[in-house]
């Protein structure tokens, strides 16, 4: 079980790390002028989404999924868990916002401006500060 932890938790910080990243990238790519900059955006948005969101993504939910099978009754029973489940189906919806708005950049067609992928970019935070304080301090409500 140790392991199946280890790796979600790594999964969890790579997922993390791209979607705190990518709308970064959208920032500088809704800023960019030239067809050299827009072309390299692009480039990078996709081996980040493909190379490591999709995969870590995978990987933590299935994860996921395993380590609750060790004590489902527990957890069937765990309101923070179902709060929990909550913030990850968000995520998931925020990870999949975001592959929209990449296929938008890739053909030329993103609407929005450098400000609204910077507030954009501040969402998974959120879910992270309340995934975490769920997870260690499993509120007993």
């Not at 527990?74 to 923070?80: E, F, L, P």
Request: with cysteine.
């Amino acid at each position: 079980m140790l392991w199946v932890k280890s790796f979600h938790i790594i999964a969890v910080i790579c997922w993390f790390a791209v979607l705190f990243y990518l709308p970064r990238l959208f920032v500088y790519h809704s800023m960019s002028t030239d067809k050299i900059s827009t072309e390299r955006f692009k480039v990078m948005e996709r081996k980040l989404i493909r190379g490591i969101g999709n995969p870590s993504m995978l990987a933590t939910i299935i994860l996921g999924v395993w380590l609750t099978s060790y004590n489902w009754q527990y957890y069937q029973a765990a309101t923070w868990f179902w709060l929990k489940m909550a913030c990850v189906l968000l995520l998931v919806f925020y990870h999949l916002t975001c592959i929209y708005l990449w296929k938008q950049f890739c053909i030329d067609n993103n609407r929005h401006s450098h400000i609204f992928y910077r507030w954009f970019n501040e969402f998974p935070v959120l879910l992270l500060v309340a995934i975490v304080c769920l997870v260690v301090v499993k509120p007993n409500w």
